[in-house]
């Protein structure tokens, strides 16, 4: 379901705040290494910039991380369904989605030589995938979540030796 549009003043400011603005660490690499999280999530696009805003919103101490910077371009087909945006809504970041530009999807139209055909599409919306992913990381970060691009994540055993004493340059 489509929320009642943002005022065009707001979307715009919404949407120009977004393209214009660089998703810098929130903190480094060894302090982020000093903490205790309560959860760390590896990857900011929408899942999970999502997961870490709603983890930080109930006041675990969250860090999401991505292994490129931010906003980066994503192939992506740049739909969000409308279970998705009816997600969103309930979180409250619904009104979001619309403000970067989102136009609404209805049907999907195919064609094989003189042939076509439309089908129609439950809810749902076109959107850049660099802007929504910035936005939903912004967002998370304005929640408490800490913020770390252009780091890998992976889960393991702790490594007890430094990466000289393993023998690796």
Known sequence: PRPPPLAAADAAEVGAAVRHTQV??????DEAAQTTWDAVVVGAGPAGSFAAGQ????????????????PRSKVCGACVNGHALAVLESAGLARLVWSLGARPLRCLRVRSGAQAAEVLLPA???????????????EAVAAGAMFLPGVRGSLGPRETRSAADRGVD
Request: a positive charge; aromatic letters at 2%; glycine letters at 6%.
């Open 24 to 29: 810098t660490a929130t903190m480094s690499l």
């Open 55 to 70: 983890l930080a919103r109930r006041g675990a101490r969250t860090l999401l991380v991505d292994r490129k910077p931010f």
């Open 124 to 138: 749902g919306a076109a959107v850049s995938r660099r802007r929504l992913d910035a936005a939903l990381v912004q």
